[in-house]
């Protein structure tokens, strides 16, 4: 009698100059059958230090979050599909319950993981960080399809969603810099996805939703029991979508300048 074939799983991470994050990373998906690194041409030490992991590196130009996950997903060759992010560590036991999930008949097609983060040295549990699901980071193998946005991806998954009890550890920022750095970033992108959808920004707008950002975190969200950290994050939360409205506003003003006929001067 033939044996039961082991289900195999592929882990893939994106990464664009990460080179103080992905080698935890790296070292804490040892165990899969398959790491592909999905690289959007780091200047950094980044692809070296891949490469010290794992052969399959893959060079894709970002074009948005919900693309270069699809192309990813393209690069990957396993039944099970495992998404772990540069700045993510998974734990030995998200690494057992993932071994358990694919070996088990009755599993669903796509799992939700929960992650702890670890901010200005403290693990945070309110603020909207625990249990931080993003998009299903398990899932068979066609079951899931990211939408091409450039960032905060949604997702269509054809199937059951689940949810595992084993936590991921995620160290989002090294330090205030890296979190101005990302705020930059993530607000310019989250303008240009608003203008694709034919929102209109504006400096009322930005400041309204700016402080109803910090309220949700700080407030609803009890941000407040995580103390400085949470205040951080809240602030933060302010500014990031403070400044998405204002670059919207920003860019939608530019383009009307491009559109108006200069003055000619007599």
């Known amino acids: 009698m033939s044996g039961t074939v082991k289900p195999k799983v592929s882990v893939y991470i994106i990464a664009y100059n990460e080179e103080g994050k992905i080698e935890e990373a790296l070292r804490s998906a040892t165990w899969a059958d398959e790491v592909v690194v999905v690289d959007s041409f780091s200047t950094d030490r980044t692809v070296e230090i891949a490469r010290r992991y794992t052969d399959r590196i893959v060079q894709i130009p970002f074009r948005g979050f919900g693309n270069l996950r699809n192309e990813a997903l393209a690069h990957t ?37 929960p992650r702890r983060n670890l901010f200005l040295g403290r693990w945070i549990r309110h603020c909207d ?55 930059n970033r993530y607000s310019s992108l989250g303008a240009e996805k608003l203008a694709g959808r034919g929102v209109r920004g504006g400096m009322g707008k930005a400041l309204a939703h700016g402080v109803a950002g910090f309220l949700r975190v700080f407030l609803l969200k009890r941000g407040f029991l995580d103390g400085w950290p949470g205040f951080v994050i809240a602030l933060s939360n302010f500014e990031s979508s403070f400044y998405k409205y204002a670059k919207l506003a920003e860019s939608g003003r530019r383009a009307g300048e491009r559109e108006t006929p200069g003055k000619v001067e007599g």
């Open 77 to 113: 060759t396993h039944e099970w599909i495992f998404s772990l992010d540069a700045d993510e560590r998974c734990t030995p036991e998200a690494r057992d319950e993932i071994l358990s999930v694919i070996r088990d008949p009755g599993a669903a097609d796509a799992y939700h993981v």
């Open 129 to 183: 960080w625990y249990p931080d699901y993003r998009q299903p980071q398990l899932f068979r193998r066609g079951a899931l399809r990211y939408r091409e946005e450039e960032v905060h991806e949604g997702f269509d998954v054809a199937g059951r969603i689940g949810y595992l009890k084993s936590d991921l550890l995620q160290i989002p920022f090294a330090n205030l810099s890296k979190l101005v750095e990302k705020m």
